[in-house]
């Protein structure tokens, strides 16, 4: 049997935890793998080649979705499995749910997926290499509603798409959707800076999942009729005629939601071509809103293109301390563009540094380390 993909420890327990990998985790290495050594339960750890979300050939698993469910079925018995939670993030996500479903799982507990493979601005699209024709994807939303899985899905407030990817299983009484607020598509990180995945998992071992959730979850913008002319505004930085007037409509309600409002005047700055006319915008979403790194980075892009260099190092400063005290995203790529402003404000020191800091971070390839290296060259020619 192939060990590329899949990786069995029997730990002689009852329970089992099937953990899909997300996007891009390499063959013979596996999501989570790390933060679940010791665990009290046994575990299987899956991932797939190509990026192919799960349905399509897994090398030691089966050819099929059909084989794969079977053969995880199988595994799972033979731990002497009596009860099976599933987990994923993102491509993972789509696993965790698909085969929780089809293997009869007890729960499954998922961040940031995409119901329907192919939507506008989904992950599948960009990442996938290995893509399924369309009339051949499995139908997440009915196979979920056959098998009536306890499914719990988080997903970050500012990723729009998200929000509408799950449309479609709100509608289940057995899935509860929790929004991390100000969070973006990668959840992972953040649940385990704030509370651990290991604790979050284990949670799940024991039924207090939803006690360990709430402390850092909610449902903010619920189902909010505006998540498509704000994600059209994220995605395509663009707004019809109409789509503008409804969001402008929308921030000067007394009733609207003073969050969600913060999001809107984000949406209308994104397509505005006037900088000055951006800028009033964009602090009117951070008055409402002042720890969305997503604002602040844009503030300080902002603020760049005026020449205003004091301003806009002031806002990519505040937006690294979010991301740092977050885990919402890399920080090391905001930190970069920090460095960046100090470099161009003259703050040469000050750059070498946050730029020694960061060095052990950054990884070893990629267009990060790229970036990196351009600036630390740039940076050592400077007496």
Same mark, same amino acid.
């Given at each position: 049997m192939s060990v590329e993909f899949l990786k069995i420890i029997d730990n002689a327990k009852d329970t089992t935890v099937v953990v899909f990998s997300s996007a891009n985790v390499p063959p013979n290495k596996f999501s989570a793998i790390h933060a679940l050594r010791d665990f009290n339960a046994n575990l299987v750890f899956i991932n797939c080649p190509d990026n192919n979300w799960y349905i399509k050939p897994i090398p030691?698993?089966?050819?099929?979705?059909?084989?794969?469910?079977?053969? /995880?079925?199988?595994?799972?018995?033979?731990?002497?499995?009596?009860?099976? /939670?599933f987990y994923g993030g993102s491509m993972g996500a789509y696993g965790a749910i698909l085969?929780?479903?089809?293997?009869?799982?007890?729960?499954? /507990?998922?961040?940031?997926?995409?119901?329907?493979?192919?939507a506008e601005g989904g992950y599948y699209n960009s990442l996938c290499r290995d893509?399924?024709?369309?009339?051949?994807?499995?139908?997440?939303t009915s196979i979920l509603a056959s098998s009536a899985i306890k499914t719990d899905i988080l997903i970050g407030e500012a990723c729009f798409s998200d929000h509408i990817f799950v449309q479609s299983l709100r509608k289940f009484d057995f899935v509860k959707i929790r929004t991390i607020t100000n969070g973006g598509h990668r959840v992972p990180p953040f649940i385990d800076r704030k509370i651990g995945l290991r604790n979050l998992i284990e949670s799940m071992l024991h039924d207090t999942e939803d006690e360990l959730l709430k402390n850092i979850s909610t449902d903010i913008i619920g189902n909010c009729e505006a998540?498509?002319? /704000?994600?059209?505004?994220?995605?395509?930085?663009?707004?019809?005629?109409?789509?503008?007037?409804?969001?402008?409509?929308?921030? &000067?309600?007394?009733?609207?939601?003073?969050?969600?409002?913060?999001?809107?005047?984000?949406?209308?700055?994104?397509?505005?071509?006037?900088?000055?006319g951006k800028t009033e915008l964009i602090e009117k979403a951070i008055e409402l809103n002042e720890s969305n790194y997503l604002f602040l980075d844009y503030m300080s892009e902002t603020q760049k293109e005026l020449g205003r260099i004091d301003k806009a190092l002031y806002y990519a400063q505040k937006c690294a301390d979010v991301i740092e005290d977050t885990g919402f995203e890399s920080s090391e790529f905001y930190m970069l563009k920090t460095i960046v402003?100090?470099?161009?404000?003259?703050?040469?020191?000050?750059?070498? &540094?946050?730029?020694?800091?960061?060095?052990?971070?950054?990884?070893?390839?990629?267009?990060?380390?790229?970036?990196?290296?351009?600036?630390?060259?740039?940076l050592n020619r400077v007496c």
């Open positions: 030691g698993l089966g050819n099929s979705v059909s084989e794969v469910s079977q053969n /995880i079925i199988e595994a799972i018995k033979s731990l002497g499995t009596k009860r099976s /939670i085969y929780g479903a089809l293997c009869h799982g007890d729960k499954a /507990i998922v961040t940031g997926v995409e119901a329907e493979l192919g893509k399924l024709e369309k009339t051949l994807r499995p139908n997440l998540y498509n002319e /704000i994600r059209n505004a994220l995605i395509n930085k663009t707004l019809s005629k109409e789509e503008v007037k409804k969001l402008k409509e929308y921030v &000067n309600l007394p009733s609207s939601n003073q969050h969600f409002k913060s999001y809107a005047f984000f949406a209308l700055s994104l397509v505005q071509t006037d900088n000055i402003l100090l470099e161009v404000s003259g703050q040469i020191e000050r750059a070498k &540094n946050l730029l020694s800091v960061i060095e052990k971070t950054i990884p070893s390839h990629g267009k990060m380390r790229e970036n990196f290296d351009a600036i630390a060259s740039r």
